[in-house]
């Protein structure tokens, strides 16, 4: 048996990178939601991802964070990961 914990990760980014980090953190698996603030820390896009999203449904939030990366400069994303621990007998 497992249990499911999360844990969140911060990079940073300029704003022509924001789209590929975005594609690649999703391909990475495990993530359950995508957070992006701009450089003084304000939330901008909170995205809760399910397993089992599909390209298609993340399209309209894609072209939602390419136009966010036009206007914003520098910022961060949070990834909250979902971890599978084992659990103690």
């Not at 089992?52 to 939030?61: K, S």
Request: aromatic share 2%; hydrophobic share 50%.
């Amino acid at each position: 048996m497992t249990d499911n914990q999360a844990r969140s990760e911060e990079f940073q980014f300029s704003g022509d990178s924001l789209l590929a980090k975005i594609k690649e953190i999703i391909r990475a698996g495990n993530v359950r939601r995508v957070i992006i603030k701009n450089e003084d820390g304000r939330v901008l896009v909170d995205i809760p991802l399910t397993i089992g999203v599909v390209g298609t449904l993340l399209a309209p939030q894609l072209a939602a964070i390419g136009a966010i990366a036009a206007l914003v400069l520098k910022g961060s994303i949070v990834i909250e990961k979902v971890i599978e621990m084992p659990t103690k007998v």
